[in-house]
């Protein structure tokens, strides 16, 4: 018995290992459960780091004061649209590279990406621009008051000037990936990661030689960790190590290629910017109430998403499963690891739920100190962690169908339940009907709850295996 239990924790360890070495899989055969490990290890990893990023900043911003966190989490909810268009292309860019690798075609692998990479340059650099003249004009407009304009226009000047980093850092990732090449992804974010939680705190404080530069500071230091992680990516890009392997001819326009990436990442934009956008009018609701109110939900919100980001980096091995699958003709290979991924993720959801039930006070308290502000952030993690398990298996479903190809689906999905249901609910339950914050926080469970429901039925259909990438 106790060299059977020996071997068991053995080969768990020799998993660990393995899915951090990068070595390239075939993830069309063999073992489903191995393959949603080894993918799953790195990809969890990966997105409890990106996670960390915003845990990070709101820990050292709110040291500072409420003005400062509402000022995150104001800049932090237009940003969403940012990424929104980074997950959108990197969807693109999973979606294709996975379905080429799946047909044992590396360089057309790598050239797809590239050219994903290409039209991500053209639609940052606009962003970029309005970000950085108006930044002033974004925050007014998402109801901060003229301090918080004052103090924090420069956070978010800085913040959109780097975009680029964002959305480098998403994209390369995807790629990374859709080749099966998870561990690269994580490292990435290791990486810009390590430095920004060294010069959040060097930065904002002006500790040793560095100047005291508050919340400049941080906007900062965000911005340049994000980027040491994108001069990662792109030094093993250009190696020899990476399944994908660029060179400089890749970076031509190929405009068939730009096209079908174009038509998976507009809708697969939609589909996110639906969602965030959605995240924007909820903060906005949030905004009518004081600031203690909008500080404990950022707080919240930053809780709840540290936990939701390695869900999602489960779920996205169901993503590259899928892709990778279909594209060696497997079906029904690709729906078993989608069923097989979502009973992972149900499983760690719930327990996330009981932890926060258990140490939401500890968690808040970690975060701010403000009496008012823990108050709510409380309330927000107890009300929403009770739809737990449907987020889990609802993110799986999602990504099952991005990996496909199939943007449209999740779009029209999150446009309704977002949109026609989210919205209106949070809206009459926080206002008109007086239920104050708490009714922001009942409409995200049961509209959450809604989507993995109307998903699930429309993934059984299966029309997602006849799509063509």
């Not at 799953?40 to 990966?46: S, V």
């Not at 040291?63 to 966190?69: D, G, K």
């Not at 850092?169 to 430095?195: H, P, Q, T, V, Y």
């Not at 699930?456 to 997602?464: A, E, M, S, T, Y």
């Amino acid at each position: 018995m106790i060299s059977y239990t020996l071997q068991k924790v053995k080969n768990i360890f020799s998993f660990f290992r393995q899915s951090l070495a990068g070595d390239h899989q075939d993830f069309t055969k063999g073992s489903i459960r191995k393959a949603v490990i080894l993918l799953a290890i790195p990809m969890i990893l990966e997105m409890m780091m990106e996670s960390v990023f915003a845990v990070v900043d709101i820990f050292f911003v709110g040291r500072i004061s409420n003005e400062a966190v509402a000022t995150v989490a104001l800049t932090e909810s237009v940003l969403t649209l940012v990424y929104s268009i980074a997950i959108g292309l990197s969807m693109a860019a999973t979606a294709i590279v996975a379905r080429r690798i799946g047909e044992k075609n590396n360089e057309a692998a790598a050239r797809s990406g590239m050219q994903a990479v290409i039209l991500s340059l053209f639609i940052t650099a606009l962003i970029s621009i309005v970000g950085f003249f108006f930044a002033g004009d974004i925050l007014g407009l998402m109801g901060a008051s003229e301090k918080i304009v004052f103090d924090g226009a420069i956070y978010t000047r800085i913040i959109f000037g780097g975009s680029i980093a964002i959305m480098l850092l998403f994209l390369i990732n995807g790629i990374f990936r859709g080749a099966g090449d998870a561990a690269l992804a994580m490292k990435s974010l290791w990486i810009a990661n390590i430095c920004n939680i060294i010069l959040c705190p060097v930065l904002i404080n002006g500790w040793g030689p560095f100047p005291h530069l508050g919340l400049m500071g941080a906007a900062i230091a965000t911005t340049t960790g994000r980027s040491v992680g994108v001069l990662y990516q792109l030094f093993r890009l250009f190696g020899n190590k990476s399944v994908i392997r660029i060179k400089l001819n890749y970076f031509i326009p190929d405009w068939k290629i730009i096209k079908s990436v174009w038509n998976i990442a507009w809708t697969g934009t939609t589909q996110f910017l639906i969602g965030s956008a959605s995240w924007i009018v909820l903060a906005r609701i949030m905004a009518e109430f004081h600031a203690a109110a909008l500080a404990g939900y950022q707080v919240a919100i930053r809780i709840i998403m540290f936990f939701l980001l390695p869900a999602w980096g489960l779920s996205n091995a169901a993503a590259t499963l899928v892709g990778q699958n279909l594209g060696a003709m497997q079906p029904q290979r690709a729906e078993q690891s989608v069923w097989k991924v979502a009973k992972y993720n149900a499983v760690f959801m719930v327990l996330v739920s009981i932890f926060f039930f258990l140490f939401s006070q500890p968690l808040v308290d970690f975060m701010n100190k403000d009496a008012g502000a823990r108050q709510y952030a409380i309330q927000a993690l107890h009300i929403v962690s009770l739809g737990y398990i449907f987020y889990g298996v609802g993110m799986v479903m999602m990504n099952a169908f991005n990996g496909a190809g199939d943007t449209r689906t999740p779009t029209v999905v999150n446009l309704f339940c977002f949109w026609a249901f989210q919205i209106p609910l949070a809206y009459l339950l926080a206002l008109h009907w007086n239920f104050g914050p708490e009714g922001v926080f009942i409409a995200i469970v049961v509209s959450e709850s809604l989507i993995t429901v109307v998903s699930v039925i429309l993934f059984r259909g299966g029309k997602w295996k006849k799509v063509k990438v």
